[in-house]
């Protein structure tokens, strides 16, 4: 069974890593996924993260893209009213138990998240006087309610805090559980549950099942350092997260420290806790998922128990054949001997005519047999009462109806073997229906047990698509390499153009800018190393085509490079410099009658064959790939543009990629097309 709640010393280890990560970070939007789970953006900086709070299981940050649903719920409407755009200022754990706190601040007051990682769990939103002011989950308990405009209590604790438990004190609450095993009684009196319990005992050589009465003074003294160690060693951040795996090599358990008791199985490490977290409780909900078609036990019992309705079909078959064939044969027979059969009855009904009894009548036939007269040897029965006579003929022995003649008899056999017959086609009917749904019951077994050894594969698939990597600086401007590698980027408007000089832009690297009011300025990150003239013209035209030109018709601009030294934001005397521009300084070197084009590009995962759009010049592009278009100023634009150019882009791509093109999202295409409009220059 795979990990089912936190520990404390998770909740500590992963409160830990949070509060230097995300102190302070801003909420951009809260969401929540399903009945107790919720996801915060955060932005901190430059850094977005994803901190996913599932109540009663987790708290971690995510590095994946979660579904979210369409309608946010009531609970997580209320969560955006009050906590979204303000600043998560702590995150704290209470008193070394599985509950967390995260504390907020922002223009509408001061609010407590509770995260309570116990149980069935909760989330609980307490304002600035510690009124609960909604939650994930409403009830009353004997110790406590939760309810809408009740103060807010914690839950019982679950032990003594061994944050400040002395070793006197440590050392009279064990010996108080006396006859209680020494496992149970550190689980129940410091509330750090069972694996960390039989963990200090491990590690110490102490028999879990020792009574707390026969530990001396050493051996508690020896618990009380090793549960101190442990708490400090994750306290001070020296982890060791890692998922660990069972025999099978399924995930068994994400830990912050190595832990003796998992010593043999194999173990992924990580460089932090929360990515441990994060790998580990993604794959166990992707294959969770995937458990859903997992019915290996119900198919199976069904296939079993189609095979026990076949074989008595099969059975069922054989005896209506047998008995068709028989009634057949008997029918056969009655005609095949009908003159001794009927001297026979004919015989009887004399007999019985003359006064006889039918004791008598069949004592006396029999006597006729015993001496191989005929027709008497047929004999072999007579029930004098129901008027049946039993006969044997050619070792087939079968009754005869005495109120009958001979060949109403026959007939009456001749039905019994039609209705068998009937009986054997329907059989076989229902044979063909069992042996079909047994088939396809195989078959879905098949693929439920093909899909269960596919399912770590396909789980890995669908992780890889949907992890988010984490923006590079330079992904929140506009940018392309160039032919031989060097990186360059531009502004997208005032703002971050600002950004782009003041922030990013190193002495040693080169501006553009084209001499258009309406223009970004353009970086070459040099890096110390001194482009190419094809780097330079590549950045010169990227300058011109998403400056003012383009959106305007030009056919070709003048662009001018400069050093960043060059560049400032002290204009004349009474000059003012707006937001995103500079003042030049000095002399300018001038690429004149740069053309404006661009080319968009479409390169393939070698893996997943998912498509990835790229932009910039036209050169730097064709190095790249060989699917390309390449785009000029004109009058086409929006969608149908847009459309135009993936079109010119599928018709270069080889026919199995295709349809995955076809279907990319647009908006990544729109971003590296300037104003989204243009024209496709047919080469």
């Given at each position: 069974?795979?990990?089912?709640?936190?520990?404390?010393?998770?909740?500590?280890?992963?409160?830990?890593?949070?509060?230097?990560?995300?102190?302070?970070?801003?909420?951009?939007?809260?969401?929540?996924?399903?009945?107790?789970?919720?996801?915060?953006?955060?932005?901190?900086?430059?850094?977005?993260?994803?901190?996913?709070?599932?109540?009663?299981?987790?708290?971690?940050?995510?590095?994946?893209?979660?579904?979210?649903?369409?309608?946010?719920?009531?609970?997580?409407?209320?969560?955006?009213?009050?906590?979204?755009?303000?600043?998560?200022?702590?995150?704290?754990?209470?008193?070394?138990?599985?509950?967390?706190?995260?504390?907020?601040?922002?223009?509408?007051?001061?609010?407590?998240?509770?995260?309570?990682?116990?149980?069935?769990?909760?989330?609980?939103?307490?304002?600035?006087?510690?009124?609960?002011?909604?939650?994930?989950?409403?009830?009353?308990?004997?110790?406590?309610?939760?309810?809408?405009?009740?103060?807010?209590?914690?839950?019982?604790?679950?032990?003594?805090?061994?944050?400040?438990?002395?070793?006197?004190?440590?050392?009279?609450?064990?010996?108080?559980?006396?006859?209680?095993?020494?496992?149970?009684?550190?689980?129940?009196?410091?509330?750090?549950?069972?694996?960390?319990?039989?963990?200090?005992?491990?590690?110490?050589?102490?028999?879990?099942?020792?009574?707390?009465?026969?530990?001396?003074?050493?051996?508690?003294?020896?618990?009380?350092?090793?549960?101190?160690?442990?708490?400090?060693?994750?306290?001070?951040?020296?982890?060791?997260?890692?998922?660990?795996?069972?025999?099978?090599?399924?995930?068994?358990?994400?830990?912050?420290?190595?832990?003796?008791?998992?010593?043999?199985?194999?173990?992924?490490?990580?460089?932090?806790?929360?990515?441990?977290?994060?790998?580990?409780?993604?794959?166990?909900?992707?294959?969770?998922?995937?458990?859903?078609v997992k019915k290996d036990e119900a198919l199976k019992r069904e296939i079993e128990r189609l095979k026990r309705v076949l074989a008595e079909q099969e059975k069922a078959l054989q005896e209506a054949e047998q008995k068709a064939e028989k009634y057949r044969r008997i029918g056969d027979l009655i005609y095949a001997y009908s003159g001794e059969l009927q001297t026979l009855l004919n015989r009887l009904w004399e007999e019985k005519k003359l006064g006889a009894e039918w004791k008598a009548i069949t004592s006396k036939v029999l006597a006729e047999k015993k001496a191989g007269l005929s027709p008497s040897k047929f004999f072999e029965s007579l029930d004098g009462q129901r008027l049946v006579l039993h006969v044997c003929v050619e070792g087939t022995s079968f009754s005869l109806d005495l109120r009958k003649d001979l060949f109403a008899n026959a007939a009456e056999y001749y039905d019994r073997a039609k209705a068998s017959r009937r009986k054997v086609e329907g059989a076989k009917a229902a044979i063909e229906e069992?042996?079909?749904?047994?088939?396809?019951?195989?078959?879905?077994?098949?693929?439920?047990?093909?899909?269960?050894?596919?399912?770590?594969?396909?789980?890995?698939?669908?992780?890889?698509?949907?992890?988010?990597?984490?923006?590079?600086?330079?992904?929140?401007?506009?940018?392309?390499?160039?032919?031989?590698?060097?990186?360059?980027?531009?502004?997208?408007?005032?703002?971050?153009?600002?950004?782009?000089?003041?922030?990013?832009?190193?002495?040693?690297?080169?501006?553009?800018?084209?001499?258009?009011?309406?223009?970004?300025?353009?970086?070459?990150?040099?890096?110390?190393?001194?482009?190419?003239?094809?780097?330079?013209?590549?950045?010169?035209?990227?300058?011109?085509?998403?400056?003012?030109?383009?959106?305007?018709?030009?056919?070709?601009?003048?662009?001018?490079?400069?050093?960043?030294?060059?560049?400032?934001?002290?204009?004349?005397?009474?000059?003012?410099?707006?937001?995103?521009?500079?003042?030049?300084?000095?002399?300018?070197?001038?690429?004149?009658?740069?053309?404006?084009?661009?080319?968009?590009?479409?390169?393939?995962?070698?893996?997943?064959?998912?498509?990835?759009?790229?932009?910039?010049?036209?050169?730097?592009?064709?190095?790249?790939?060989?699917?390309?278009?390449?785009?000029?100023?004109?009058?086409?634009?929006?969608?149908?543009?847009?459309?135009?150019?993936?079109?010119?882009?599928?018709?270069?791509?080889?026919?199995?990629?295709?349809?995955?093109?076809?279907?990319?999202?647009?908006?990544?295409?729109?971003?590296?097309?300037?104003?989204?409009?243009?024209?496709?220059?047919?080469?």
């Amino acid at each position: 069974m795979p990990k089912a709640e936190f520990s404390s010393f998770d909740v500590a280890a992963a409160v830990r890593e949070l509060k230097e990560l995300i102190s302070n970070a801003r909420v951009s939007n809260i969401y929540q996924l399903d009945d107790k789970t919720l996801l915060f953006k955060l932005r901190r900086g430059e850094n977005v993260y994803g901190l996913v709070v599932e109540a009663g299981k987790r708290i971690n940050l995510t590095s994946y893209a979660l579904e979210k649903p369409l309608v946010p719920p009531a609970f997580c409407m209320a969560l955006r009213k009050h906590l979204r755009n303000s600043f998560l200022t702590s995150i704290e754990q209470h008193n070394f138990e599985r509950v967390a706190i995260l504390s907020f601040k922002g223009k509408v007051g001061d609010f407590k998240l509770v995260v309570e990682l116990f149980g069935d769990g909760n989330i609980i939103l307490v304002d600035g006087e510690n009124k609960i002011l909604h939650a994930m989950l409403y009830k009353r308990m004997r110790d406590r309610n939760i309810l809408r405009g009740e103060t807010f209590t914690f839950p019982p604790s679950s032990g003594r805090n061994p944050l400040e438990l002395s070793l006197p004190a440590f050392m009279e609450g064990l010996q108080a559980y006396e006859k209680t095993e020494v496992v149970r009684a550190l689980a129940r009196f410091l509330g750090i549950g069972g694996i960390y319990a039989e963990e200090i005992l491990l590690r110490l050589g102490i028999d879990k099942t020792t009574p707390c009465n026969s530990l001396n003074a050493f051996q508690m003294e020896e618990i009380y350092k090793c549960l101190e160690g442990l708490i400090r060693q994750v306290l001070n951040g020296n982890l060791e997260p890692c998922i660990v795996l069972d025999e099978k090599g399924e995930f068994l358990d994400v830990v912050p420290l190595r832990l003796k008791r998992y010593e043999g199985l194999k173990h992924q490490f990580y460089k932090s806790f929360n990515e441990a977290l994060d790998e580990f409780y993604a794959k166990i909900k992707a294959l969770e998922k995937v458990e859903t078609v997992k019915k290996d036990e119900a198919l199976k019992r069904e296939i079993e128990r189609l095979k026990r309705v076949l074989a008595e079909q099969e059975k069922a078959l054989q005896e209506a054949e047998q008995k068709a064939e028989k009634y057949r044969r008997i029918g056969d027979l009655i005609y095949a001997y009908s003159g001794e059969l009927q001297t026979l009855l004919n015989r009887l009904w004399e007999e019985k005519k003359l006064g006889a009894e039918w004791k008598a009548i069949t004592s006396k036939v029999l006597a006729e047999k015993k001496a191989g007269l005929s027709p008497s040897k047929f004999f072999e029965s007579l029930d004098g009462q129901r008027l049946v006579l039993h006969v044997c003929v050619e070792g087939t022995s079968f009754s005869l109806d005495l109120r009958k003649d001979l060949f109403a008899n026959a007939a009456e056999y001749y039905d019994r073997a039609k209705a068998s017959r009937r009986k054997v086609e329907g059989a076989k009917a229902a044979i063909e229906e069992t042996r079909r749904k047994l088939s396809e019951a195989e078959a879905r077994l098949k693929e439920a047990e093909k899909a269960v050894l596919e399912a770590p594969i396909k789980v890995e698939e669908e992780l890889a698509k949907r992890r988010v990597r984490q923006r590079r600086w330079f992904e929140k401007f506009k940018w392309f390499t160039t032919s031989d590698g060097f990186l360059v980027v531009a502004g997208k408007d005032a703002a971050s153009n600002e950004m782009l000089i003041k922030r990013y832009t190193a002495p040693e690297d080169i501006v553009f800018h084209a001499d258009v009011a309406g223009a970004p300025f353009v970086v070459i990150k040099t890096e110390g190393k001194t482009p190419s003239e094809q780097s330079l013209r590549e950045a010169a035209e990227f300058a011109a085509a998403h400056s003012r030109g383009w959106r305007e018709g030009f056919a070709s601009l003048d662009v001018y490079w400069v050093k960043p030294s060059q560049l400032s934001k002290a204009g004349g005397a009474g000059e003012y410099v707006p937001r995103g521009a500079f003042v030049v300084h000095g002399s300018r070197n001038w690429m004149r009658n740069t053309p404006l084009r661009i080319a968009v590009g479409v390169v393939f995962n070698d893996e997943t064959e998912e498509p990835t759009f790229m932009g910039g010049a036209a050169e730097a592009v064709k190095a790249k790939t060989d699917i390309y278009a390449i785009l000029v100023p004109g009058e086409d634009e929006g969608k149908p543009f847009l459309h135009k150019v993936l079109r010119t882009l599928a018709e270069k791509t080889p026919k199995e990629k295709r349809e995955k093109l076809l279907k990319a999202n647009m908006e990544a295409l729109r971003e590296l097309i300037p104003y989204s409009k243009g024209r496709v220059l047919q080469e």
